[in-house]
Nanobody, 117 residues
Framework: QVQLVESGGGLVQAGGSLRLSCAAS????????MGWFRQAPGKEREFVAA????????YYADSVKGRFTISRDNAKNTVYLQTNSLKPEDTGVYYC??????????WGKGTLVTVSS
């Protein structure tokens, strides 16, 4: 059974940083792309960043380029999202996603990030 468990969210002032973690279990993720999405109150879920587990190639939304960094630790089966220079508009629930071709994909339950001005 695949499980994605996020952690690391919290309350931070604008300009601050948080490191989010996504612990993945239940299968080998070498063929998966791992992603972070977020959902602000009253808005749709949006893409933030992704990393291909096999080769480490990364993708970012324009709104977070230069501020957020996605990475993975193969030994710990964990994906990280380092968030720097946080802005109030970064507030939301951050979800971890695992996706592979031909697979329905998996979601974690999310971790809340609140950025105060």
């Amino acid at each position: 059974q695949v499980q994605l468990v996020e952690s690391g969210g919290g309350l931070v002032q604008a300009g601050g940083s948080l490191r989010l973690s996504c612990a993945a279990s239940g299968r080998t993720f070498s063929r998966y792309t791992m992603g972070w999405f977020r959902q602000a109150p009253g808005k749709e879920r949006e893409f933030v960043a992704a990393i291909r587990w096999s080769d480490g190639i990364t993708y970012y939304a324009d709104s977070v380029k230069g501020r957020f960094t996605i990475s993975r630790d193969n030994a710990k089966n964990t994906v990280y999202l380092q968030t720097n220079s946080l802005k109030p508009e970064d507030t939301g629930v951050y979800y971890c996603n695992a996706h592979s071709v031909g697979d329905p994909g998996y979601w974690g339950k999310g971790t809340l990030v609140t950025v105060s001005s």
